[in-house]
């Protein structure tokens, strides 16, 4: 099987990562881009160095997945670590085990702790929970691969205090730009749903509250879906069995093909096929099928679970995006969910650089839906990213005002960051150790040096960062950060963006006028040649 570049990127990166010594590391795939593909290629080039492997995951339907992709693709076979079925005594050298088989102490203390060399964890973002832990610290020498679909910031940070390195991140919007992914449309559904009520556990909203504020907006909900998904294959994530059975008869009502599935579904396989070879057009689920289930032609996914977990909103959306023959575009109906304490997940939260573009990237997406249209969002970002940036520029010019009596010799770093519109500086937040401990007399030197005020910048990994950007801009040849500081207190705009050459011409012409701005020049509307 021929791998995909960023694939073949992914697979060479986590063996560099255990070659150099870091033994816990972590791969982020978007749904839909074939981690187990990935994870079985890496367990072949393991099993061909003589080693041992385990495959661990909380479900039964991820051992299968990952036995027969295993299979498929490499020719490998595995024995099963689940239930009453054991490896013990097996010849074969891949696993696949479930962890609640795996943490029972009888059982795992046949395993002595160097019998697995390798131990790959699917859906990693549970690994942190105690079960797991138990198992994976029972295994303390071996080398631990994690994969999960794309984590938000509070998920990185909890997978930090495990994991000692990121070997390889593949985003969402980089796979839809490659045709690896659908593009996805957003459309909020301009009803104003009462969430104000209802309770939390585990920090996100309590379920069977959930499934009550929800109750008595099911008819206008389908009555939306009659609109934009009667011509669609579309799955609904609701709270609870009891509400997604109830949304299902509303939809036949409605004229849908609807079918619901849930945990105790004995016929779950049987309504599943039908559902793939298009006897049902809407499948309506309480959060079975947020992992491990895969149908490409849907193209339609309704999010009636509002979470605040972004882990969880974008499994939900993954069984959308998937390519297939014919499919355009997955549309993701949103809705306007009132809640007064609470930040949710939207469809800004798949793809957003940072809290602040989601949050004009939801605004956007929310006026358009009062006007009945759905937006691209690799398009709605874009825009947003120049909304928030002119923004910044009119606050940033309000404090370049301020900083004009202030003479120093460096620059701020913020003033810096926001003058080459770098998220990834403005936004960073350390989630390895090493990158939360405070910057090294070095790394304070050498910023000193490139003319930044390193009393401003509070830890090792932001310093890491500026100094490779620093590093970088200095070989392509742009502007400086003291060139930018002083021609944006002269009132020029996004100085950051020039080359060192034209940043230089402008200040030769300003000093040979006496420090002041040449005739006919006009800071804000210049632009250099």
Avoid at 339 to 354: G, K, M, N, Y
Wanted: aromatic share 8%; hydrophobic share 35%; proline share 5%.
């Amino acid at each position: 099987m021929e791998l995909r570049p960023y694939q073949q990127a992914a697979r060479t990166a986590i063996q560099k990562e255990w070659q150099e010594g870091r033994k816990k590391t972590l791969l982020v795939l978007p749904t839909g881009c074939g981690k187990t593909i990935v994870f079985s290629k890496v367990i072949e080039d393991r099993v061909r160095l003589g080693e041992r492997v385990l495959v661990l995951a909380h479900r039964g339907e991820l051992l299968d997945q990952a036995s027969d992709k295993l299979e498929k693709s490499t020719g490998l076979k595995t024995a099963i670590e689940k239930a009453e079925q054991t490896s013990i005594g097996s010849f074969l050298r891949v696993v696949v085990g479930s962890v609640q088989t795996m943490q029972r102490e009888k059982r795992l203390s046949k395993f002595p702790p160097n019998y697995f060399d390798t131990i790959v964890v699917d859906e990693a973002h549970h690994c942190i929970s105690a079960g797991y832990q138990f198992v994976l610290n029972h295994f303390e020498d071996s080398n631990v691969l994690g994969v999960t679909a794309t984590p938000d910031r509070g998920d990185m940070r909890n997978l930090g205090s495990y994991f000692e390195s990121l070997a390889y991140e593949y985003t969402l919007p980089a796979a839809i730009k490659e045709g690896f992914l659908s593009p996805i449309k957003a459309l909020t559904i301009p009803l104003k749903l009462d969430l104000s009520g209802v309770g939390q556990q585990g920090g996100d909203f309590k379920t069977k509250d959930l499934g009550t504020a929800l109750d008595p907006y099911l008819y206008q909900i389908a009555d939306e879906m009659v609109k934009h998904c009667a011509n669609r294959k579309s799955v609904v994530f609701l709270p609870l069995v009891k509400t997604s059975k109830k949304f299902r008869d509303i939809l036949n009502e409605k004229g849908f093909k609807a079918a619901e599935v849930n945990g105790e579904s004995k016929d779950r396989s049987e309504i599943l096929e039908d559902f793939e070879n298009d006897r049902y057009n809407v499948l309506c689920n309480s959060m079975l099928l947020t992992e491990g289930w895969d149908c490409p032609s849907v193209d339609c996914i309704v999010v009636l679970r509002p979470t605040k977990v972004r882990s969880l909103y974008s499994q939900m959306v993954g069984r959308g995006t998937r390519l297939f023959p014919g499919k355009e575009e997955l549309l993701l109906l949103d809705f306007l969910w009132h809640t007064e304490r609470h930040e949710l997940c939207h469809p800004a939260h798949l793809i957003a650089s940072s809290d602040e573009v989601a949050k004009k990237m939801t605004e956007n997406i929310e006026e358009a839906g009062e006007q009945g249209f759905a937006i691209d969002i690799e398009e709605a970002e874009s825009q947003a990213e120049k909304d928030v940036i002119a923004e910044r520029e009119e606050s940033l010019a309000k404090q370049l005002e301020e900083m004009r009596k202030r003479k120093r010799k460096l620059v701020d770093p913020l003033q810096f960051e926001m003058s080459i519109q770098a998220e990834d500086l403005t936004n960073y937040v350390p989630t390895f150790g090493w990158e939360m401990g405070p910057p090294s007399d070095k790394q304070v030197s050498a910023l000193e040096k490139l003319g930044i005020m390193p009393d401003m910048i509070d830890n090792a990994g932001k310093a890491s960062l500026m100094l490779d950007r620093l590093n970088k801009r200095k070989e392509a040849g742009l502007a400086t950060p003291k060139q930018i500081r002083l021609l944006e207190q002269r009132g020029f705009r996004s100085v950051g963006t020039w080359s060192f050459d034209s940043a230089s011409k402008m200040i030769n012409r300003i000093a040979a006028n006496g420090w002041r701005l040449p005739p006919g020049i006009k800071p804000l509307e210049y632009q250099p040649e």
